[in-house]
C-alpha cells in the first residue's frame, strides 16, 4: 500500500529547470536548513547559486533530496550509511533510483533500449491498426 501523502509529493514535482529552496524543502516535506545541512553531507547535492545568491537546485538535485530522504527517513539510515549506499551504486543506478522516487518508471534512455523486441512488436501491431484503418 503506497502513502498518498508521498505520492502527492512525487506528482508536484512541476517540470521546470531550477528551484529554489524554498520550493525544494516543501517538495520534499523539510525545512531549508535541513537542506542546507544535507549538502554538507552529500557530495552529490549541490545547488548553483544565482547572481544574487540565491541556491537554485535542479531536477536531479530535488530527486536525490528526494532519495536521500527516503534513506534517512523511511529505510532509517545513518547520515554515513545513507552516504555509503548512494556512493555504492552504480553510477547509472542513482539516477534511476532518484527517478523513482520522483515517481517515475522508466528514464528516457530506456526508451531507446530495445533488448525484447518490443518496438518490433509495437511496430507490426500499429501495422496491423494501420491496414484496418486505410
Known amino acids: 500500500m503506497t ?14 529547470l531550477y528551484f529554489r529552496i524554498g520550493e ?22 549541490g545547488p548553483k547559486k544565482s547572481g544574487t545568491g540565491h541556491r537554485l537546485y535542479r531536477r536531479k538535485d530535488v530527486e536525490l533530496v528526494l532519495e536521500i530522504k527516503r534513506l534517512l527517513y523511511d529505510k532509517r539510515f ?3 550509511g545513507a552516504r555509503k549506499a548512494l556512493e555504492s551504486r552504480p553510477k547509472g543506478e ?4 532518484a527517478a523513482a522516487a520522483a515517481g517515475k ?10 533488448p525484447s523486441g518490443t518496438l518490433d512488436q509495437v511496430r507490426k501491431e500499429l501495422r496491423g491498426i494501420l ?4
Do not use: C, S
Not at 542513482?94 to 533510483?97: I, N, P, S
Not at 491496414?131 to 486505410?134: G, K, M
Open 3 to 16: 502513502d498518498p501523502v508521498i505520492d502527492e509529493v512525487r506528482e508536484e514535482i512541476p517540470d521546470k
Open 24 to 45: 525544494v524543502a516543501r517538495l520534499a516535506g523539510i525545512k531549508p536548513y535541513v537542506l542546507r545541512f544535507w549538502e554538507t553531507e552529500f557530495h552529490g547535492l
Open 94 to 97: 542513482g539516477m534511476k533510483v
Open 105 to 114: 518508471e522508466t528514464q528516457q534512455a530506456d526508451l531507446f533500449r530495445d
Open 78 to 80: 545513518t547520515i554515513e
Open 131 to 134: 491496414e484496418l484503418l486505410t
